[in-house]
């Protein structure tokens, strides 16, 4: 899987590193293929992790208790996406213009501190007035240890990371940190009612996080309070919190609601699939977060040209892994579930297949929203349809309620309504009035998704003749694979033949080495 996205980074920039000046010895030139390494396997520990605490968590911890604490933590990341003010995207996007000069990204970044310091308070503030206003016994217990999260939200600065590419600092952290968390988890989570625990470790471990990554910033920027104009950051930082943050009116809502119109077991009905899904989403998602400083310099300082033949082969790179594996769950969401959560869950399988489908529109709408509307300063204009497709979800989950049929899968199919209108909107706009054509729909794309839908009659034959439950899972993944490698093969596909490729140098160079 890293090898893969070694060659998908070759193929973006053409096996070109960006050669950036140096001013005070400040930013030395970064490898794209180093940070494409470090971020896939921060990935790759993001995904392993999770998967090995979830199914222990999620399967001995009380099915009530641990609704409340995701009821809790849906509306607890509410205040928390408000305290983080849009600063991550801002901030990340704005260094990576600047990233040359010192003396300018010392005073951005001390800027953009002072914010944080402000914004967190204030909206922790109105947290515990909440809290205290709207709950009582656990709920207002779990209320209580998620402050921790908000005091370490002061220090979520790793957008300096990120946008001066230290993916080695950022794995290796997260590595260690994560490792601390999984200790923790089987030494401490012993009983179903350990609910308080458990939100205590996962407290303190954002906490942790965010101190490192800000210990370490620092140690590359010094804050600059000479000439503060925190002032003038504050509009644009508002209108990249609503639009980064239109999932409050998507799957944030949707939970949200579900808690408070039906329970909280449903509130964790919705959340396992969701939450699945997206942690294998992380991986090919790393296409584009590791993307996104370098397209921001490509149109600042390149051609157009560059910057469409960037953008469609990152597209392809995604498709190339995007579609098979959320397919790939699609037709194993009773084996998935049942492994991650047992018994307790299986209800939440047509949950997780709706949300496997969904994960592929919200994959485009990223590459539209972070790759294209960001980096060409289309924020005012992304935050309208934004906002009027979050408020058709919105509208379409009122019905829900007032029909009496609000639950998990239905909430999850109008978010995937809203995404979809968003989608066309965005693409119609970007086609027209950038004069862009991202090429989602290729030859080579179209491929993926054909191969892809075979793995349904795939699994559908296996499980007719029936080899034993485990055996099934195997022989499923085995035919899939040979299936989509085989004839991707065969067709010579350029991702594929890259990869092949790559691989086999890697082996010929240790091997000589």
Do not use: W
């Amino acid at each position: 899987m890293l090898c893969t996205f070694e060659i998908m980074f070759d193929i973006i920039l053409e096996e070109k590193s960006l050669k950036i000046s140096r001013r005070g010895n400040f930013i030395m030139k970064k490898s794209l293929f180093k940070n494409t390494i470090y971020k896939a396997l921060l990935s790759f520990v993001n995904i392993v992790i999770p998967l090995l605490v979830g199914p222990y968590v999620v399967k001995l911890l009380d099915v009530e208790l641990y609704g409340i604490y995701n009821t809790v933590y849906a509306e607890f990341q509410v205040f928390l996406i408000f305290a983080s003010f849009g600063l991550y995207t801002f901030g990340m996007r704005e260094i990576s213009k600047i990233r040359n000069d010192k003396e300018k990204v010392s005073q951005l970044f001390s800027n953009l501190f002072i914010i944080s310091i402000i914004s967190n308070l204030l909206v922790g503030l109105i947290y515990l007035l909440y809290s205290f206003a709207t709950s009582s016994g656990m709920a207002l217990a779990l209320y209580l240890i998620m402050t921790i999260q908000i005091v370490g939200n002061i220090f979520y600065i790793e957008f300096v990371n990120e946008a001066l590419e230290n993916y080695k600092f950022i794995t290796i952290k997260t590595v260690v940190v994560k490792i601390l968390y999984l200790i923790s988890i089987f030494m401490f989570i012993k009983n179903p009612e350990d609910i308080a625990i458990y939100a205590i470790i996962v407290s303190l471990v954002n906490f942790v996080n965010n101190i490192l990554s800000f210990i370490y910033a620092k140690k590359h920027i010094k804050f600059d309070f000479k000439n503060l104009k925190f002032k003038k950051y504050i509009s644009p930082l508002i209108v990249i919190l609503i639009i980064t943050n239109i999932e409050l009116l998507y799957g944030q809502l949707d939970r949200v609601m579900l808690g408070k119109f039906v329970d909280g077991v449903s509130v964790s009905m919705y959340y396992i699939p969701y939450y699945l899904i997206s942690t294998l989403a992380a991986i090919p998602y790393s296409i584009i977060n590791v993307s996104i400083p370098r397209l921001s310099y490509i149109v600042a300082n390149e051609s157009k040209e560059n910057y469409v033949n960037a953008l469609n082969k990152i597209i392809s790179s995604l498709m190339f892994i995007i579609i098979p594996m959320c397919l790939g769950v699609f037709v194993l969401a009773h084996e998935v579930i049942y492994l991650y959560a047992g018994d307790k869950y299986l209800a939440c399988i047509p949950t997780l297949m709706i949300s496997c489908i969904l994960r592929i529109f919200l994959s485009t709408e990223s590459v539209l929203t972070n790759l294209v509307m960001y980096p060409n300063n289309r924020e005012k204009t992304l935050l309208k349809f934004s906002f009027g497709c979050g408020v058709l979800n919105l509208l379409l989950n009122s019905l829900l309620v007032v029909f009496g049929i609000l639950s998990p899968l239905t909430a999850m199919a109008t978010t995937m309504v809203a995404e979809i209108v968003l989608i066309t909107i965005e693409y119609i706009y970007i086609n027209k009035k950038l004069e862009l054509k991202p090429k989602f729909i290729s030859k080579q794309n179209l491929r993926y998704i054909i191969l892809s839908l075979l793995f349904i009659p795939i699994s559908l034959l296996v499980k007719y003749i029936n080899f034993g439950f485990y055996i099934n899972i195997l022989v499923i993944m085995a035919l899939c694979v040979l299936l989509y490698v085989g004839v991707l093969m065969i067709l010579k596909d350029e991702n594929l033949i890259l990869i092949k490729n790559k691989i086999f140098g890697i082996v010929r160079r240790r091997k000589n080495g």
